[in-house]
């Protein structure tokens, strides 16, 4: 059981195993085996000693978009094309909302334990964007889930700011990823998801707590920092960067190296289950030379005064 508090900020949940393993491309990423359902999430949490866990559920738009496409007989001109393609975008923003419903569902389940964190996505249209994120924020969730290289959309494209407005307004947080990866879409976008890239966004909603995965993602630490020291509304969290992705390759000063740059601070814990275990970042944390203090802000305590958690 860990020493310290824990609140893990970065969780994948999924409504059945076929589902999460598909998403962790066909098979389970961990010795556990986790497909990433609530049912193995919460024995999971009780085994580790995680207080509360945030869902981060976004659906992958672009991805159903394409093969959704490519799917279209050929034959199709014209109008019908042009319905077809309505209706299928139409089909995908049903996704994303009834995917959204779930999560809100599973944090109203487990109310203790489990926060929602939803998707949204141009698919949806200006207006059904804002209202459902209207209606989630009414169940309860707290935030929203943004993946921009994955999802094949700028964080400052204005088709996303009436989301941004309704979560500025309900006081609902962004968490994005940002960093590189390492096996992107067809033709994704690396430096929309770069620490940069959201510069725009912090400036034209201010009062958007907006919390940028990975600690901004190596090697763009400083980068995030600068980003951070110019908006006090960015925050990070450090999942996969302790031990996770690496597989604990990184020396415990760079890792300290890392969290200072971005600022102890403004570091939240993040996991990435069921993608990965927590409980090695954990006790790495734990471990590392750092005080007592600044070891609990980063496992629990930022999150509880960032987030409100």
């Known amino acids: 059981m860990p020493d310290y508090p824990v609140i893990d900020v970065h969780v994948h ?28 999430l919460l024995p999971s949490m009780a085994a580790m000693g995680v207080e509360k866990m945030v869902q981060v559920n976004f659906t992958p738009v672009w991805d159903m978009l394409q093969a959704g496409l490519r799917r279209l007989p050929a034959d199709l001109t014209g109008d019908a094309r042009a319905q077809a393609e309505t209706e299928l975008r139409a089909e995908l923003a049903g996704r994303v909302a009834r995917r959204n419903q779930w999560t809100c569902e599973m944090a109203q389940a487990h109310p203790d334990r489990l926060v929602a964190y939803v998707g949204i996505d141009p698919v949806q249209g200006a207006e059904a ?71 725009a966004l912090a400036r034209d909603f201010p009062r958007l707590t907006i919390v940028l995965a990975h600690c901004g993602g190596k090697p763009f630490y400083q980068e995030a920092a600068t980003l951070a020291g110019e908006h006090p509304n960015v925050y990070f969290d450090c999942t996969g960067q302790v031990f996770g992705f690496d597989q604990g390759a990184r020396s415990d000063e760079d890792i300290v190296a890392m969290f200072r740059t971005v600022g102890i601070e403004r570091v939240m814990f993040g996991s990435d289950w069921a993608f990965l275990d927590p409980l090695p970042d954990i006790r790495r944390i734990e471990a590392l030379p750092l005080s007592f203090v600044e070891k609990r802000m980063i496992l629990a305590d930022n999150a509880r005064r960032i987030l409100g958690l």
């Open 129 to 199: 964007m804002a209202a459902d994120l209207e209606t989630c924020a009414r169940r309860g969730a707290r935030g929203v889930k943004l993946h921009t290289v994955l999802q094949h959309v700028s964080p400052s494209d204005r088709r996303l700011y009436p989301g941004y407005e309704v979560m500025q307004r309900r006081g609902m947080a962004l968490l994005a990823h940002a960093g590189p990866i390492e096996i992107p879409a067809d033709d994704a976008d690396q430096d929309i998801g770069r620490p940069n890239a959201f510069a």
């Open 13 to 40: 949940t999924h409504r059945d195993a076929r589902t999460g393993l598909q998403a962790q491309g066909g098979r389970a990423l961990t010795s556990h085996g986790w497909a990433g359902t609530i049912d193995e």
